[in-house]
Nanobody
Framework: QVQLVESGGGLVQPGGSLRLSCAASGVTLDYYVIGWFRQVPGKEREGVSCIGSSDGSTHYADSVKGRFTISRDYAKNTVSLQMNSLKPEDTAVYYC??????????????????????WGRGTQVTVSS
């Protein structure tokens, strides 16, 4: 398994922005499909955005399209999630996940939480005035 650490969460007002970062030690994230998921109490964990390994393909949940951007920083060995125009309904614990590429497309993996074998501990994002 890959050891992942998320950072960048916090409290922000509606309409504000946050940038989450997912870092790993001992492995190169370039070779993994990386996903950002979120979960609120009482609900299932849902895929927010994923990025492929070799092809760099990206997928976004409909609820965040146009507001969130996932990207890789190859020099820092991190994957970031830039979140703009945040809404109260974006409040959740955000998790980073990693998995070697498979026959599944990036979009398909993003829809299947069990497709990812390595998870971080999560970072809280709260959008409130």
């Amino acid at each position: 398994q890959v050891q992942l650490v998320e950072s960048g969460g916090g409290l922000v007002q509606p309409g504000g922005s946050l940038r989450l970062s997912c870092a790993a030690s001992g492995v190169t994230l370039d070779y993994y499909v990386i996903g950002w998921f979120r979960q609120v109490p009482g609900k299932e964990r849902e895929g927010v955005s994923c990025i492929g390994s070799s092809d760099g393909s990206t997928h976004y949940a409909d609820s965040v399209k146009g507001r969130f951007t996932i990207s890789r920083d190859y020099a820092k060995n991190t994957v970031s999630l830039q979140m703009n125009s945040l809404k109260p309904e974006d409040t959740a614990v955000y998790y980073c996940a990693a998995e070697p590429p498979s026959m599944l497309t990036t979009q398909a993996m993003c829809a299947r939480t069990p497709a990812f074998g390595s998870w971080g501990r999560g970072t809280q994002v709260t959008v409130s005035s």
